[in-house]
Nanobody, 124 residues
């Protein structure tokens, strides 16, 4: 069984940055690809970025390319997926979720495990 816990959300002004984290636990978690998704009120959940299990293959939605960076590492036995978000815009505000599956995908319905989400607010 895989469990995911997100953190790092908060409230920033436009142009600000946040570093979101997704800690994954479970015996097989290191073999999973992880995706970040977001959902704003009244909107569908949308793909943000994904990373494969080795960390060598990443994918981003066009609107975040050059501003967001996804990465993963293992330290002290903890497996963490990071989403560095820079130059945040009001349209980036949403609940951000990480999700895991074997093999990366942009389709949220393909993912087997989900975290509880972390809120990102961008306003002046």
């Amino acid at each position: 069984q895989v469990q995911l816990v997100e953190s790092g959300g908060g409230s920033v002004q436009p142009g600000g940055s946040l570093r979101l984290s997704c800690e994954g636990t479970g015996r097989t978690f290191s073999a999973y690809a992880v995706g970040w998704f977001r959902q704003a009120p009244g909107k569908e959940r949308e793909f943000v970025a994904s990373i494969n299990w080795r960390g060598g293959l990443t994918d981003y939605r066009d609107s975040v390319k050059g501003r967001f960076t996804i990465s993963r590492d293992t330290f002290n036995g903890k497996n963490t997926i990071w989403l560095q978000t820079n130059d945040l815009k009001p349209e980036d505000a949403a609940m951000y979720y990480c999700a895991a599956r074997f093999g990366p995908s942009r389709n949220p319905e393909d993912y087997d495990y989900w975290g509880q989400g972390t809120q990102v607010t961008v306003s002046s």
